[in-house]
Every structure is written in C-alpha cells, then in structure tokens.
C-alpha cells in the first residue's frame, strides 16, 4: 500500500492549540469484519491488534481524573474487542456518555447478536456508518452485501427505541462521499436520507453526519494509484474556510491508540504523528494522568485541511451548516 505520509508533512496550515478536553477517542482495535475502501485506519478481519484491558483502566483513570464527558470508541469494529463491553459498563457506571462508532453490519454477525440489545440496555450512544441509503452505492464502498446487513442492524436497533425523536437512545448515521469530492450539505443530505430510509425501508434515526474522506492510509493510498492525490488535495485547501478552524474537534479531543499511546487526533494516530507539544518520541495516557493540556500546541499537517474545507468536517459531522433552513423538497445527491 502506497503512503501518503511524505507527502502532508509539509503543511501551510494555521497553527492551532488545545482547549479544555471533553472527549477521549479510543481505537480498541483494527479487526473488523468489513475492508472499506475508505478507510483511513485500513481495517480488516485480517487484523489481530486490540486494546488490552489494562490500558482501558488507565482510560477510565484519565477520565476522571480530568472530567472528561465523551468516551468515543472507535476501530475497526470496536465491539470486537473482546473487553469492549466491560469498558462500556464501566464507563458507565462512571456516568460517561458513551459512543460505538457501529458499522451495522456487525449486529448480525455470529457471537454478536445480542449486541444491539447490549448497547440499549447501557445507553450507548450509536454513530453507524452508512454511505449512501441505495444499496449498490454501499455494496460498492463497503463489500457486497453489506447493505442488507447494514438494514438488519439498523431494524434491530429501531425495534430497541434507537433514532426516535424523544432521543433516549441515540442512533446517528455518517456519510462518507465515494470518492475524492467533498460531502454535499450536511442538512439537505440529512433530509433526503430520513425521507429516502423511511419510505424505502422503514428507517428512522436522529442526525446524520456528513464527513470528508482524509488523505491518509487505504483512502490515500488509493489517491496516489490513480493519480488523484495532488487534485485532492487542491480541492480541500480551496474550500477550506478560516472560521472553520475555531471548532476542529482535535482542540478538545485526544486520540488514543490501541497500544495507550496518545495523539492529537485520530487521522494524526494513523499517520504517527506525535502529540503537539512533546519531544518525537511516543507519549502514553499513563504519562499524562497528572498534566493539563490546555493551551499546548496541537500538531498539523496537510490533511488537517480536510477538517476545514466547505462546511468541515468532525466526528460529529459538519462544523457550520451551510444553511439555517432547508427546503420542503430535497433534490437526491447520491
């Protein structure tokens, strides 16, 4: 697999500092039972590194150490993980809002098929990956038949009270754009894919989240076989916007790998880039349980344009909508 790394050390991009952390985002892992092509961690069910419970309690030491609110996990799959429900509890318990970066497909896959029921009984909040609501579109990106496995899920977890307006039980959708293009608006996608699941298949969930596919690992690599990388990343520092840089989700998240070693974010783990404001050499949660990050620079590269570009891009979706109110009808983008 070709690396972009070389290519986005070199960077123009604004410098930029941490505020106070809100969010630790964990990857418990690269295994997972689908090979996206868009994937920037490159997870398969070939792979076999996961977070070990000890480094889990050090998370949940971090956290209250620090009043963190948000334990995001994230993979590959993370469910896969074979201390992934522990940690929930746990977490819990603690009274921590937690998010399962879910891709679905998961839920109806043997030894998990009480995972949907799991998930409501703790209160998790769901983000699902879902690229397009027409199934060859999925199928296409994700692997064939990922679609229906995906409507599976999504059916178990609605039956559980998930996507209901009350929001009692969170369920999100992502949408990542096929290739290299910008996500369209984040509130007309969001209304075509409501309209669009309901009418087709029943569906319902709360928000959907429109996110930019970055430069880096299985995606990058990609790029450069077809020679579109350089276009790229045109396109992203030409729509990136400035106001844009005051809600990048790395000034009050950190990302912690599977091995416990922190990172300013989840694209910069993939890439190694080390923690802002520390020596080049890997920094773990344990080396940090008594130090206020507040203030420290946090460390770019070129693909932090792809958190900037139109209407930006997060975790937790687009940063501005790019329109208060959004038509009756909704012209289909996909």
Same mark, same amino acid.
């Given at each position: 697999?070709? !690396?972009?790394?070389?290519l ?30 868009? $994937? *920037?961690?490159?997870?398969? =069910? +070939? ?8 480094t889990?309690?050090t #998370? ?5 150490? *620090? ?7 994230? @993979? @590959? %799959? ?14 819990? %318990? ?8 879910c ?11 009480? #995972? ?11 983000? %699902? ?6 199934e060859?579109?999925?199928? +296409?990106q ?18 559980l ?68 990388? *350089?276009e790229?990343?045109? #396109? ?13 989700? $790395?000034?009050? #998240?950190?990302?912690?790998?599977w ?5 300013? $974010? ?9 923690? &802002?404001?520390?020596p ?6 344990s080396?940090?349980?008594?130090? !206020?990050?507040?203030?420290? =620079? ?5 693909? $932090?344009?792809?958190?900037?570009? @139109? ?5 937790? &979706? ?7 109110a959004? =038509?009756?009808?909704?012209e289909?983008?996909?």
């Amino acid at each position: 697999m070709r !690396d972009t790394f070389p290519l986005l050390l070199q960077t123009d991009f604004p410098a930029i500092q941490r505020r106070k952390l809100e969010t630790l985002q964990a990857n418990l892992g690269y295994r997972c039972n689908q090979s996206c092509l868009h $994937c *920037h961690v490159a997870a398969s =069910p +070939k792979r076999t590194e996961e977070m070990s419970w000890q480094t889990m309690e050090t #998370l949940l030491v971090f956290a209250a150490k *620090h009043d963190i609110q948000t334990l995001d996990l994230t @993979g @590959g %799959a993370p469910e896969m993980n074979p201390h992934f429900r522990r940690l929930v509890v746990a977490a819990r %318990a603690m009274g921590l809002r937690v998010i399962d970066r879910c891709n679905l497909s998961i839920l109806s896959q043997p030894g998990y098929e009480d #995972l949907a029921e799991f998930l409501a009984e703790n209160a998790v909040e769901i983000s %699902a990956s879902l690229p397009c609501y027409l199934e060859e579109n999925v199928d +296409k990106q994700r692997g064939d038949g990922v679609f229906q496995a995906s409507l599976s899920g999504l059916r178990q977890l609605n039956a559980l009270g998930y996507g209901q307006p009350e929001k009692t039980r969170i369920l999100n959708l992502v949408y990542n754009p096929l290739g290299p293009s910008l996500p369209p608006d984040q509130i007309k996608l969001e209304l075509a894919y409501k309209e669009q699941l309901a009418i087709r298949y029943g569906i319902v969930f709360n928000q959907l989240f429109a996110l930019a596919n970055m430069p880096i690992q299985r995606f990058g690599s990609q790029l450069l076989s077809r020679n579109e990388f *350089h276009e790229y990343m045109k #396109l992203l520092k030409s729509a990136a916007k400035p106001e844009n840089i005051e809600s990048v989700m $790395c000034k009050t #998240l950190l990302s912690i790998s599977w091995q416990g070693q922190v990172f300013d $974010c989840d694209f910069n783990q993939m890439l190694g880039l080390q923690l &802002g404001g520390e020596p080049a050499r890997p920094v773990f949660l344990s080396d940090l349980l008594d130090r !206020d990050l507040s203030g420290r =620079p946090i460390r770019i590269a070129d693909h $932090c344009y792809g958190c900037t570009a @139109g209407q930006g891009s997060s975790c937790g &979706g687009a940063l501005a909508a790019a329109e208060t109110a959004a =038509p009756k009808q909704v012209e289909l983008v996909l």
